[in-house]
């Protein structure tokens, strides 16, 4: 394109965004009803299913799919927000690993975790492999997983009921995890540290009850709980209870952590009674999640068959379990705040019954983060300001140049994510989510649905438990390559090939692969943790996200009016420098150090307008992609602007393949290597996102007439993860 084509580009562009800026923050979509303040019934006054008191079927519509996330509102969320996120900005993930506790209990199988080497067709390159049920380590369980037993009957999203067919399948979107997972779990949190109160009422200072046993946790130590924190509820808290599995977990033998699989389970808890039930629906909390494996109390001789009209099947209302709530405590004590900014965005996974925890490199989980105002762990250089050479100015490795090795600390394992410092995250925070809106940026799962790059496609094993002749509880199964759908590239994708290391002088050799079992914490050792996706999963991708939508800038800016792009999306067209500053300008947006910058190329919208037959026909031919292009010019431009990360809606961030004859920065033995994982993966820990949905971003920052948002992104705590998932979401 040349400079005068662009001039007129830009002139355009800018017109338009003109024509509608005194609608600025105004424009916002509303949503049928706004739950924020609307009046509501009373748990009481709730009718009964039968022979089950405190129905809300039908409170939401009939057709409802959320449940009792509905009471989180942009409202709520922009409030949360505004008053929770304050001095410094701390994001912090609550997630455990996929495969805590190592020995799984309820009789589920372990996950498997297979840390493949892409050999031959990418020599070097690593992929993970997973396989686990989606209850593993931190969850949330969906409306799917428990009905009412008796009955035969799931929430009908808090409507009308849905009969379970055994020979059926249900509509596939009804009442799936996916709902979640597009509109979020993010408001207020608020922790009851149930473990801190008790010890501090006991003599002893122990804890006068084990959380391995039956004990039931009443409303009146809940009430004096919050009371002795200071902490009054509102509607659309998500409650937090820390109880004490983990806390006893990581002082337990491993004899004794092994034992709880061989065991009938017992577990501490709330109390199944109306008391409890009327406490939780009478603060209208639009989610309860705990540190121990059951939310309830479980009862040896009955288990959860003693509570089948739990609050998913009578409210819709998400259940959490097994979070990490250690570090979360002893933050909240150091600041005396027991509320925060709590973001999850669980699996986008059509029809799952639940969503685990994704946190850095969590693999099917539900990927939560607390935002508070204090960190109570000074980093050793606040990267916010501090002096960072240009990229002419960054040493070469051997025959590569631009090497930032050793700019963050030689046993640095975040990479760019150092600049998403306290204060980076606290001021976009700020700054940018002003109307609560939330937009998911994850395509499902298995989309496309031919995977490409000659990987596998994600298995999903739907289950429907039996118990007594009846359908009982229902969990799902993955098998997926952590490149499915919507992705982060993690440290241990793709090494500098014929040196054979990774990012930050890591040797290839050194990092373990294949299925490693890991029995017990004893076990993990540096082989294993070393630039693995669970270091961005603890320490979180949030700041200010930027859109640099090209799409937009080709179309609206097209002189004959027409919405087609000058270029396909799906061949080896080359983006520059040039044009990403143009398409910056035009929408008025000025970098600064630690965005996010998010590229929309093309790629979605051109596969949601082809045939099915052109869809699957691009696992059938080499494959070819648009991107920014491979040069000194590009390499300049996204280090010298210092960016935190870099994800497009592409399956491929650089064109690909890299055309015949254009240089490129890998020389010799393996002329395939691509410029972009090299350089921003390699050589700078630059996290590369690929197949992002950015379709409804794209329609959210037009309306608003900003490109500019809140990111947060939880990949799935992997330990030694190579990718993830990134669990992503902007908020405006």
């Known amino acids: 394109m040349t400079a005068k084509r662009l001039s007129l580009v830009v002139g355009h562009f800018k017109a338009l965004l003109r024509h509608n800026n005194a609608e600025d923050d105004k424009a916002q979509t509303t949503r049928k009803h706004d739950w924020t303040s609307a009046p509501l019934p009373l748990f009481d006054a709730l009718p009964a299913f039968k022979n089950f008191p405190g129905c809300a079927w039908g409170v939401w519509g009939a057709e409802d799919e959320l449940g009792t996330v509905n009471f989180l509102t942009e409202t709520v969320v922009k409030l949360a ?109 608020v922790l009851l540290d149930l473990v801190a109160y008790q010890m501090s009422l006991s003599t002893g200072k122990t804890l006068p009850y084990d959380p391995w046993s039956t004990h039931a946790i009443s409303v009146a130590q809940l009430e004096a709980c919050a009371a002795a924190q200071g902490v009054e509820f509102r509607r ?72 089948p009209d739990d609050p998913r099947v009578l409210w819709g209302m998400p259940i959490g379990e097994f979070f990490d709530l250690e570090k979360l405590a002893e933050i909240c004590a150091e600041t005396g705040r027991y509320t925060f900014f709590f973001s999850s965005w669980p699996l986008n996974m059509r029809n799952r019954r639940m969503r685990v925890a994704a946190k850095r490199s969590s693999e099917s989980p539900t990927s939560f983060a607390f935002a508070h105002d204090k960190h109570p762990i000074t980093m050793p250089t606040d990267w916010t300001t501090a002096p960072l050479p240009s990229y002419d100015e960054l040493p070469a490795f051997k025959n590569f140049p631009g090497c930032a090795w050793g700019v963050w600390g030689m046993d640095d394992q975040l990479g760019t994510i150092n600049l998403l410092t306290d204060a980076v995250v606290q001021r976009s925070a700020a700054e940018h989510i002003r109307t609560g809106k939330t937009v998911s940026l994850n395509c499902p799962l298995n989309f ?78 540096a082989s294993m943790t070393r630039i693995g996706i669970q270091n961005w999963a603890n320490h979180g991708i949030c700041g200010r996200g930027v859109l640099l939508d090209l799409v937009a800038f080709h179309t609206q800016s097209a002189p004959d009016g027409s919405d087609v792009l000058p270029y396909d999306p799906w061949t080896t067209h080359a983006i520059t420098v040039a044009v990403l500053e143009a398409c910056a300008q035009a929408q008025q ?51 010298n602007n210092h960016f935190a990360a870099i994800a497009s809606d592409m399956p491929s961030m650089e064109r690909w393949p890299t055309p015949e004859g254009v240089p490129h920065m890998h020389q010799g033995k393996y002329p395939s290597v691509t410029f972009r994982k090299l350089t921003q993966s390699s050589l700078w820990g630059m996290p590369i996102g690929e197949m992002f949905d ?30 993830s998932p990134p669990n992503a979401a902007a908020f405006f």
Not at 242 to 263: M, P, S
Not at 461 to 468: A, D, M, R, T
């Open 589 to 639: 947006v000025e970098f600064r150090r630690g965005d996010i910058l998010i590229l929309r190329v093309g790629f979605t919208r051109r596969y949601y307008a082809a045939t099915q037959e052109e869809r699957d026909g691009l696992t059938g031919k080499p494959e070819t992609f648009a991107g920014i292009e491979q040069s000194e010019d590009m390499k300049r431009f996204l280090w």
């Open 81 to 189: 927000a505004s008053e929770e996120i304050r001095l410094g900005g701390l994001a912090h993930g609550v997630d455990r690993p996929l495969n805590f506790p190592e020995k799984p209990m309820f009789a589920r199988k372990a996950p498997e975790i297979n840390m493949t080497v892409r050999e031959p067709r990418e020599v070097g390159v690593r992929d993970d492999e997973i396989h686990i049920n989606t209850q593993s380590g931190t969850q949330w369980d969906g409306l799917r997983h428990v009905p009412m037993i008796e009955h035969g009957t799931r929430l009908r999203a808090v409507s009308s009921r849905s009969p379970i067919r055994a020979s059926s399948t249900p509509r596939m979107p009804s009442l799936g995890i996916q709902n979640w997972a597009t509109h979020g779990i993010c408001g207020r949190g």
């Open 448 to 525: 496309p649905s031919k995977p490409m790059f000659g990987r596998l496609p994600p298995t999903i094993n739907y289950i429907q438990k039996q118990k007594e002749g009846r359908n009982y509880s229902r969990d799902d199964e993955i098998h997926i390559n952590t490149q499915s759908g919507s992705q982060w590239d993690g440290l241990r994708h793709f090494p500098i090939l014929e040196h054979e290391t990774f990012y930050n002088n890591t040797p290839a050799v050194d990092l373990p692969h294949g299925v490693i079992p890991i029995d017990g914490p004893e076990q993990i050792d």
């Open 694 to 723: 950015l379709e409804k971003l794209s329609q959210v920052c037009a309306e608003y007439n900003r490109y500019t948002f809140f990111v947060s992104s939880w990949p799935l705590n992997i330990i030694g993860g190579a990718a």
């Open 236 to 307: 659309g808290d998500i409650l937090l209870l820390r109880v004490g599995f983990i806390k006893k977990y990581n002082e337990a033998t491993q004899a004794e952590r092994d034992a709880l699989a061989e065991v009938k389970e017992t577990f501490a808890g709330i109390e199944q009674s109306l008391e409890m039930k009327r406490f939780l629906w009478n603060n209208h909390f639009a989610a309860v999640a705990s540190d121990q494996p059951a939310l309830e109390a479980m009862l040896a001789s009955a288990g959860r068959a003693s509570a």
